[in-house]
């Protein structure tokens, strides 16, 4: 576990980050500061601002590839995403990364909360960084399974960390998550105000206190298959978080957003979400950027099918063009209509998906980095992109969740309908749709069961996944593949090319971890990943 072991330089590195207010540029000494004078308020904006990294990178393709959102342009480059597509090598190098990240930056978390707190002058910075770590360490469990925690994080100190078992990894997070929302509770007068350290809400406790929450109901509904004595716990815990949020008004109310302060004088610098697939700062068009395309599969979905697919799965889009896409993907010209033009996943150039009459694809549009900002040219996308900073977790998720919540625990959540529309417009006005707009676009999903409030309980479900799929392409894929891969929805086909009969439902533990940590990592094969078995997540085994 290599990046685990090295805690220490680790610190080093972030508290370089943060010092003097600036928090992008990776490229001072790292010698710059002591072990001994990190503290927490140092240590904190570096840490958030490198975790998002994470989500803004592998995480970012990882999840629109697996969720059938992404393709790549065939017409004009060979040899796009052949793993991805063809799910011939899901192994210890595939994606190996989204670990390695994850686990480097939440060792930060851990030590600002096991900072010398015994004046409580550090409460609110322990809370925070409580809720930061659950927040990404549920990934870890989600595409992993077991993994290191309880021996983690303890640099020379143990180099080779045991494995706990997922569910108690599980338990002891949503545990941290109730400690961060006492710690804030207590209001302890010595407690430092994080003020401009705090690049999430700005030192606002209130906000991290409902973070936390809207965190805690993510894992417990992650939860909502598992039986006996978890189901027990996972309802004690729901009427809980029920009783406390005043039917969600304690949630969230606003996108989770951090803001370092990026800036175009280096690519460093840059909102990591535009640097990797839009333009870098000299202003060049990177390569992500380049082969890139929407997949067919959204390209139905936006365009209102319009090209008459007949699969059943797609008629609940008929003729009900999304006004989201051309936010999310360019328009182009094609059968004499503007319209997302996608590539199907696997396809090569003039076969099926990828029709040769007009080579001209839609990739990663403006609306995605600058929102609804005005902007003129490449420069002014890059700086509306680096004043509204990266979205860690986005207030339509939050909605959709307690959409879900609603329909499935009816005894302690209410408004259902009202959450799910309101988390369908926030995906809009996050990409820079209007607000009349996507009024309008709710007025009309309304009757398409599937895709509106709408049918049975069953038929709201697919509605909730599908604007959740929709609402997190480019957005934070990868947290809606986990949730198809506990729903099975919506409708996710494979890649032409595929070999295997489903996506993974989980990871191979990476190179890393085999490489120094191998007396513990289970020798996961490859072809376990895509059955159920003692190795899926726990919430996923039934």
Partial sequence: MNKIKYIISSLIVVASLTSCNNYLDINENPNSIHAENITPELIFPGAVAQSYRAQAGDMMQFGNLM???????????????????????????FYDGIWDNIYQNVNNFVVIERYPNGNHSQDNYIAMAKVMKAFYMQYIVDLYGNAPYTEAFKGQNNLAPKYDKDVDIYKSLIGNLDEAVALIDAEEDNAVNPAEKDIVFGGDMTKWKAFAQTVKLRYLLRMSKVTGDLAAYRDGHLAALSSSTNLGANLISSDVVEKPGYSTANNDKLNPFAFNYYYNSTPTEVQNHIVITASEHIAIALNGNNLGNTAPQYQKFNGLVDPRRFRLFTSITYNSVGQVKGVRQGATSGQPGAPTDNQNVSKLAAGNFSGGTPVSNVTGVLNASNARGGVIMSLAEAKLMLAEASLKYPALFTGGQTAFNDGVTASGLWVGVTPVNMGTYITNISTRPGLGWVGTDAQKMEAIMTQKWLALTNVNPTEMYIEYNRTELPYNPLAVNAVKSRRPYRLVYPNSEFATNSANVPNIASDVVFTKNQYTPFWNQN
């Fill in 67 to 93: 969720m059938n959102s992404w393709a790549g342009d065939v017409y004009h480059y060979g040899g796009l995403y052949p793993n991805e597509f063809s799910l011939s090598a899901v192994n210890s190098q």
